[in-house]
């Protein structure tokens, strides 16, 4: 539970009362890495010392579900000179270290990331009339924030989020968000690390897609050039009823078509509803089978495997819809539990992915015939991991949401990669491996092009390559989410 009040705590209300940010008895009062982010949000707002909080009632740190401690709200003025709007500016606190005791994040040093490395920041355009602002932006930070210290995956300035819903809940359009620099706010250097602040940029269904497709850095500066969408500070407009696309048709024709033709996709890889069966091996042949079947026990990937996958997914990894984001347990491992620091894993690394079958047990099998099983999502983003990643020479992986099993597509152009032309599809383990020649990508290409309508689709959908011994089924979520059935 949260509680809204104003800024009297920690944040704001020591040196509200005090001589400044450098005053040596706020120092000594207050957190130091707090101390620290509210100085940059003094500088930019020096006439308001106090400003509307969103603070967590019960710490995270003492077991409560928000991993946030506060959500500052300021009023800006804008811009007039540059077209930006007047909006509330919403300023996160605990993602970073605030404390430096190790009751949240690992002490790791002053020189390398504090925390996770940075806060989150969010602008809503400010409506007629409004004289407080919204707390809903609060509560979808937190909902980030619940997702980065459960995975400890971070993100970075370019990421996209699919969250599928109004990011108010209401009936808006703006159901999913970019992530970007705050284009006020400079990186804090604090007593436990630095500090980067990332902004929040709500948008259209449409314009994820363009990102996902060609990029979301390219997408962004689409934005920037158009006012009402954002404009130079990228500011969200909830009551915004058209994209960018419906706004100046050519942005989409011109800037995004060209710009994945030249550039290709740099989303390397997603967290998906997927599964593989290897349809050369008899069904009763489990002695020695490596493949993962819906409705099976996979095999866990051992270390040297989730290494190499989450190599691969290192750039680009996208977080799936809302549902799918995972909630912070009750019995969370941290300091305070387990009395010891976490420690920060990289995108794929999980409790489930520990070696069960040592790493040189597992021998890398050729197969003659698969069978890829995606839900309709994911199946969506066939043509992406087609059109703007293997036709540029790169690879594409999903990654299982609901167990070990990974799926990489590669191009002939990639190097380190088990699958060969001569034999194209490889396993290791519940990894498997696909490599597609160029002249078959551009027939897939065509024969999956419904998949650009969802609209028209209906479910199941299957698609097969008799001569080269390859199915592809999208599936219902029903599917995935109850295996058994």
């Known amino acids: 539970m949260e509680g809204v009040r104003p800024g009297g705590g920690p944040p704001a209300g020591g040196p509200g009362s005090g001589s400044g940010t450098g005053s040596g008895s706020f120092s000594s009062l207050f957190p130091p890495g707090l101390h620290g982010i509210y100085g940059e949000c003094r500088r930019l707002y020096p006439d308001q010392p106090n400003p509307l909080q969103v603070t967590a009632i019960l710490k995270y740190w003492l077991g409560g579900p928000d991993p946030l401690d506060y959500v500052s709200m300021y009023r800006n003025l804008?811009?007039?000179?540059?077209?930006?709007?007047?909006?509330?500016?919403?300023?996160?606190?605990?993602?970073?270290?605030?404390?430096?005791?190790?009751?949240?994040?690992?002490?790791?040093?002053?020189?390398?990331?504090?925390?996770?490395?940075?806060?989150?920041?969010?602008?809503?355009?400010?409506?007629?009339?409004?004289?407080?602002?919204?707390?809903?932006?609060?509560?979808?930070?937190?909902?980030?924030?619940?997702?980065?210290?459960?995975?400890?995956?971070?993100?970075?300035?370019?990421?996209?989020?699919?969250?599928?819903?109004?990011?108010?809940?209401?009936?808006?359009?703006?159901?999913?968000?970019?992530?970007?620099?705050?284009?006020?706010?400079?990186?804090?250097?604090?007593?436990?690390?630095?500090?980067?602040?990332?902004?929040?940029?709500?948008?259209?269904?449409?314009?994820?897609?363009?990102?996902?497709?060609?990029?979301?850095?390219?997408?962004?500066?689409?934005?920037?050039?158009?006012?009402?969408?954002?404009?130079?500070?990228?500011?969200?407009?909830?009551?915004?009823?058209?994209?960018?696309?419906?706004?100046?048709?050519?942005?989409?024709?011109?800037?995004?078509?060209?710009?994945?033709?030249?550039?290709?996709?740099?989303?390397?890889?997603?967290?998906?509803?997927?599964?593989?069966?290897?349809?050369?091996r008899p069904p009763e042949d489990d002695e020695d089978s490596r493949?993962?079947?819906?409705?099976?026990?996979?095999?866990?990937?051992?270390?040297?495997?989730?290494?190499?996958?989450?190599?691969?997914?290192?750039?680009g990894l996208e977080i799936n819809s809302k549902p799918v984001l995972p909630p912070i347990n009750a019995q969370r491992q941290n300091g305070l539990n387990l009395d010891r620091a976490p420690s920060r894993k990289d995108s794929l690394e999980s409790e489930s992915s520990a070696a069960i079958i040592p790493h040189e047990l597992i021998r890398t099998r050729q197969l003659e015939s698969v069978h890829l099983k995606f839900n309709q999502e994911s199946g969506a983003l066939i043509p992406l991991c087609l059109r703007g990643r293997l036709l540029h020479g790169r690879h594409f992986t999903y990654k299982s949401i609901t167990g070990d099993t990974a799926i990489t597509f590669v191009s002939t152009g990639v190097e380190g990669a088990f699958a060969t032309e001569e034999h194209p599809y490889a396993a290791h383990g519940p990894w498997l491996q696909i490599l597609l020649t160029e002249e078959f990508v551009e027939r897939m290409l065509e024969d999956l092009e419904d998949l650009n309508s969802p609209e028209e689709f209906k479910l199941p959908k299957e698609y097969s390559w008799p001569e080269k011994k390859l199915k592809v089924s999208i599936l219902p979520d029903a599917v995935f989410d109850n295996p058994l059935h």
């Open 291 to 315: 493949s993962i079947c819906i409705g099976t026990q996979p095999r866990r990937l051992s270390g040297k495997d989730t290494e190499q996958i989450r190599e691969t997914l290192r750039r």
């Open 78 to 280: 804008g811009n007039p000179a540059l077209n930006v709007p007047e909006h509330w500016h919403y300023v996160s606190f605990g993602l970073s270290d605030l404390y430096g005791d190790n009751r949240v994040h690992e002490f790791t040093g002053t020189d390398g990331p504090s925390g996770f490395g940075f806060e989150l920041t969010f602008r809503l355009k400010r409506e007629t009339g409004e004289s407080a602002p919204p707390t809903w932006p609060a509560e979808l930070m937190q909902g980030l924030a619940r997702y980065v210290f459960q995975s400890e995956n971070t993100f970075c300035s370019g990421d996209h989020v699919s969250w599928h819903s109004p990011l108010d809940n209401s009936e808006s359009r703006i159901q999913h968000m970019l992530l970007t620099e705050d284009p006020q706010m400079q990186p804090v250097q604090t007593p436990f690390g630095v500090v980067t602040f990332l902004q929040i940029v709500g948008v259209c269904t449409e314009e994820l897609h363009a990102a996902q497709q060609w990029n979301g850095q390219g997408i962004l500066e689409l934005l920037r050039t158009v006012p009402v969408a954002g404009g130079p500070w990228l500011i969200t407009d909830m009551r915004r009823g058209e994209t960018i696309f419906e706004i100046d048709p050519h942005l989409q024709q011109e800037r995004v078509d060209k710009g994945i033709e030249t550039d290709g996709s740099n989303l390397s890889g997603v967290s998906a509803k997927c599964a593989w069966d290897d349809l050369s």
